[in-house]
T-cell receptor
Framework: AQSVSQHNHHVILSEAASLELGCNYS??????LFWYVQYPGQHLQLLLKYFSGDPLVKGIKGFEAEFIKSKFSFNLRKPSVQWSDTAEYFC????????????FGTGTRLQVFP | NAGVTQTPKFRILKIGQSMTLQCAQD?????MYWYRQDPGMGLKLIYYSVGAGITDKGEVPNGYNVSRSTTEDFPLRLELAAPSQTSVYFC????????????FGPGTRLTVT
């Protein structure tokens, strides 16, 4: 069955540290990929998405993600985190042949300490 | 714009009770969705709608019903609540379906005891 794995369930960093959150999907065909973020007390919102083209995607607030097809991965990165990046991050993918099925990962909780 | 609103924010139900979770959006989006998120799990799609009068089942529809009489509203009905329906429920809308950005509501935390 298609699934998304987010290996890091809880990440704790100090401000200015670099961030990389892992996301791997299990599906051999074409996919569309997303990262969503939920800040404390706020709604889930889109951070970035990849459909085609340049595999390095830039999103809001300095985040970027790289699609590596050979590794079935779409890892989220930020070179220098801030306290305000404390949030829960969800990776998701959409099967290109079935646009009714968006599959979410279990989420990674990021805590950034000043 | 208020975006996507959900009521109530919290609710405790007894087994066998029924309730309706309300969802409304003011962005004139055709697509609306209901998800549930169980502890330690990703969001799973319950039902969705591609426009007023049209609804369809998602991945986990059992025990739920929906209706979409207007573009703005997409209520989720729980009949005969069961402990397995204890979860956080999110409503979302989008302009272009799942390929586009989804706008989420704040969620409803439901406990069935």
């Amino acid at each position: 069955a298609q699934s998304v794995s987010q290996h890091n369930h809880h990440v704790i960093l100090s401000e200015a540290a670099s961030l990389e959150l892992g996301c791997n999907y299990s599906y051999g065909g074409t996919v569309n990929l997303f990262w969503y973020v939920q800040y404390p007390g706020q709604h889930l919102q889109l951070l970035l998405k990849y459909f085609s083209g340049d595999p390095l995607v830039k999103g809001i607030k300095g985040f970027e993600a790289e699609f590596i097809k050979s590794k079935f991965s779409f890892n989220l990165r930020k070179p220098s985190v801030q306290w305000s990046d404390t949030a829960e991050y969800f990776c998701a993918f959409l099967l290109s042949y079935n646009t009714d099925k968006l599959i979410f990962g279990t989420g990674t909780r990021l805590q950034v300490f000043p | 714009n208020a975006g996507v609103t959900q009521t109530p924010k919290f609710r405790i139900l007894k087994i066998g009770q029924s309730m309706t979770l309300q969802c409304a959006q003011d962005m004139n989006h055709n697509y609306m969705y209901w998800y549930r998120q169980d502890p330690g799990m990703g969001l799973k799609l319950i039902y969705y709608s591609v426009g007023a009068g049209i609804t369809d089942k998602g991945e986990v529809p059992n025990g739920y019903n929906v209706s979409r009489s207007t573009t703005e509203d997409f209520p989720l009905r729980l009949e005969l609540a069961a402990p397995s329906q204890t979860s956080v429920y999110f409503c979302a809308s989008s302009e272009w379906g799942l390929e586009g950005e989804q706008y989420f509501g704040p969620g409803t935390r439901l406990t069935v005891t």
